[in-house]
């Protein structure tokens, strides 16, 4: 097994290393939090990858469709509201999937969310968390070894009030336990 998997190329001058490395977390912040989590999970999926997006309650089949996701290998998991029961539907998740894409309800504690990260170092799985708040800074209990924070900044293919909208512009700020310092970048024709 190898110990990465692979980014999509838009991405890979941001995530360190260029790859997702398997037992690590990424979390995904800010209005653009969805399109980049998707863009993040979509090569590896391509490259053969299992994916469970577990109770991310924004997520869209075109979207992800579009982001270049490859559903044949996508499975949507939906736990009840009861928050033991999504920490042991997450565990359980671990087990089977090379890459799991979360949203965190409300009341996870920072036990459960250490509990879960261990488990998926142990397991060699990569994690993405879905924040779509649009706090400034994320307010996950988790500890994230990446955190992408998004902020749209342009609109493409509306023009003068009219068109389909074909993209945006977002800034990223990166910054986690695995980045030595806050970078800035800018995504272009993202969905």
């Known amino acids: 097994m190898s110990h990465s998997l692979p980014v999509a ?8 290393d260029g790859v997702l490395v398997r037992g690590r977390t990424v ?22 990858s299992w994916l469970a997006i577990v109770g991310v309650s924004d ?29 042991s539907t997450v565990a359980a998740v671990a087990d089977g ?3 799991m894409m979360l949203e965190v309800p409300q009341g996870v504690s920072g036990s ?9 170092q142990a397991r060699r799985n990569v994690l993405v968390l879905v924040e779509t708040s649009r706090h400034a ?25 009219a068109g389909y909208v074909q993209g945006r512009h977002i800034d990223v700020t990166v910054s986690g336990r695995r980045v030595p310092r806050v970078m800035q970048y800018v995504l272009q024709h993202v969905g």
Do not use: Y
């Open 97 to 99: 999937f090379d890459v």
């Open 59 to 87: 997520f869209g089949l075109m979207s992800a469709c579009e982001q270049g996701v490859a559903l044949q290998r996508t499975v949507l998991v939906t736990p009840t509201a009861n928050k033991k029961d999504w920490t």
């Open 112 to 120: 459960d969310a250490r509990r879960i990260q261990t488990r998926i």
């Open 137 to 161: 800074t994320p307010r996950s209990v988790f500890q994230p070894d990446v955190v992408l924070h998004t902020q749209t900044t342009k609109w493409d293919g509306i023009e003068h009030g």
């Open 9 to 16: 190329k838009a991405l890979q001058p941001i995530i360190p």
């Open 27 to 48: 979390l995904c912040s800010g209005d653009a939090a969805m399109s980049t989590a998707l863009l993040a999970v979509s090569a590896a999926t391509q490259a053969g």
